[in-house]
């Protein structure tokens, strides 16, 4: 609590001190905007505010993949190469929270043995809590605060594979889907709507007996995305084989991403990309401040839960029900 007065009382100094390249800075400032408090919350909003000019010139990448696919060792041996070559590495990494508690294990940085210990790299575990796509409510923010600490590229893994990860793509440049060799239907990331989504699919674990197995697995996603439109008419989504174990693969990795970024540059899609996520964030805070009134405001959420009790007894249609909270609003 100390660090949040300190950041609350003096932004400019955090400011000051986060674009030096503090990484104890980036942590209080991330801290800062994760708080729940009202004071805390408002100090948050005018430290990004006096930090927008310095953010927008990092790679934003999401990385996607079911539990077990090795998406924490993938950017542990990632982020090491592009340490090696001069870029530095922020990785925000979303752990699942518990649905009861919120808690969450926080577990990433050990999972992450290289990076953590690396003066280019910074890992910022933070918990779901429930947030739609298995994002942390304030990742748009904490992206925003590591481009201005200069973190040239940043890495957010989410949770697992789901309906929602629509979440990550409005937050990033490059959508990554990681996928698992021989683990039986291949395809059965088509009906979670993920290849869809993907700017590119990568098939782990690409190394010993598994090779034979990776290399059909990449096949049949071939296959699939020669079916389906790809999210951009400039972008033809490629497949790729690699191993997070032995390193092998993750420069051409790389280069995709590169070669991603080039053709969106040059067609114009990627600054309209980035207009558009911000609108979509701007909504996104919108609704999250509606919800935060709901629940915080003693009298309004003494209306709402008697009109829940109502919906649940069938007395009133949830219609109704959501037109009356609504006008609570006002």
Request: aromatic share 4%.
């Given at each position: 609590?100390?660090?949040?007065?300190?950041?609350?009382?003096?932004?400019?100094?955090?400011?000051?001190?986060?674009?030096?390249?503090?990484?104890?800075?980036?942590?209080?400032?991330?801290?800062?905007?994760?708080?729940?408090?009202?004071?805390?919350?408002?100090?948050?909003?005018?430290?990004?505010?006096?930090?927008?000019?310095?953010?927008?010139?990092?790679?934003?990448?999401?990385?996607?993949?079911?539990?077990?696919?090795?998406?924490?060792?993938?950017?542990?041996?990632?982020?090491?190469?592009?340490?090696?070559?001069?870029?530095?590495?922020?990785?925000?990494?979303?752990?699942?929270?518990?649905?009861?508690?919120?808690?969450?294990?926080?577990?990433?940085?050990?999972?992450?043995?290289?990076?953590?210990?690396?003066?280019?790299?910074?890992?910022?575990?933070?918990?779901?809590?429930?947030?739609?796509?298995?994002?942390?409510?304030?990742?748009?923010?904490?992206?925003?605060?590591?481009?201005?600490?200069?973190?040239?590229?940043?890495?957010?893994?989410?949770?697992?594979?789901?309906?929602?990860?629509?979440?990550?793509?409005d937050m990033t440049d490059f959508f990554l889907a990681l996928m698992l060799p021989g683990a039986g239907d291949e395809l059965q990331g088509i009906k979670k709507?993920?290849?869809?989504?993907?700017?590119?699919?990568?098939?782990?674990?690409?190394?010993?007996d598994n090779i034979k197995r990776a290399n059909l697995a990449a096949a049949e996603y071939r296959g699939a995305l020669h079916i389906l439109s790809p999210r951009?008419?400039?972008?033809?989504?490629?497949?790729?084989?690699?191993?997070?174990?032995?390193?092998?693969?993750?420069?051409?990795?790389?280069?995709?991403?590169?070669?991603?970024?080039?053709?969106?540059?040059?067609?114009?899609?990627?600054?309209?990309?980035?207009?558009?996520?911000?609108?979509?964030?701007?909504?996104?805070?919108?609704?999250?401040?509606?919800?935060?009134?709901?629940?915080?405001?003693?009298?309004?959420?003494?209306?709402?839960?008697?009109?829940?009790?109502?919906?649940?007894?069938?007395?009133?249609?949830?219609?109704?029900?959501?037109?009356?909270?609504?006008?609570?609003?006002?």
């Amino acid at each position: 609590m100390t660090l949040l007065k300190s950041a609350t009382t003096d932004i400019n100094a955090l400011a000051k001190d986060l674009r030096a390249g503090s990484r104890a800075a980036l942590a209080r400032a991330i801290t800062l905007i994760e708080s729940r408090r009202g004071d805390h919350q408002a100090a948050a909003r005018d430290l990004v505010q006096a930090l927008l000019p310095d953010t927008g010139k990092a790679v934003r990448v999401g990385i996607t993949g079911s539990p077990g696919v090795g998406k924490s060792t993938t950017i542990d041996g990632l982020g090491m190469f592009l340490i090696e070559r001069g870029h530095k590495v922020a990785v925000l990494a979303v752990d699942p929270s518990s649905a009861r508690t919120g808690g969450s294990i926080l577990g990433d940085k050990t999972r992450m043995a290289r990076l953590s210990a690396s003066d280019s790299a910074f890992i910022r575990p933070s918990p779901a809590s429930g947030t739609l796509g298995g994002v942390a409510a304030k990742t748009r923010e904490a992206m925003l605060l590591c481009e201005a600490a200069d973190f040239d590229v940043v890495l957010v893994e989410t949770v697992g594979i789901g309906q929602s990860e629509t979440a990550v793509c409005d937050m990033t440049d490059f959508f990554l889907a990681l996928m698992l060799p021989g683990a039986g239907d291949e395809l059965q990331g088509i009906k979670k709507g993920l290849v869809e989504l993907a700017d590119m699919i990568a098939v782990n674990k690409a190394d010993g007996d598994n090779i034979k197995r990776a290399n059909l697995a990449a096949a049949e996603y071939r296959g699939a995305l020669h079916i389906l439109s790809p999210r951009s008419e400039h972008w033809q989504p490629p497949v790729l084989t690699y191993s997070a174990l032995t390193g092998t693969g993750l420069d051409a990795l790389w280069q995709k991403i590169g070669e991603h970024r080039t053709a969106m540059n040059a067609s114009g899609e990627f600054t309209k990309r980035r207009r558009q996520q911000q609108v979509k964030w701007m909504w996104s805070m919108l609704e999250q401040r509606m919800m935060t009134r709901l629940r915080s405001e003693p009298a309004i959420r003494a209306k709402v839960k008697k009109t829940e009790s109502e919906v649940a007894d069938g007395r009133i249609t949830p219609a109704l029900a959501a037109e009356q909270i609504a006008e609570w609003l006002k």
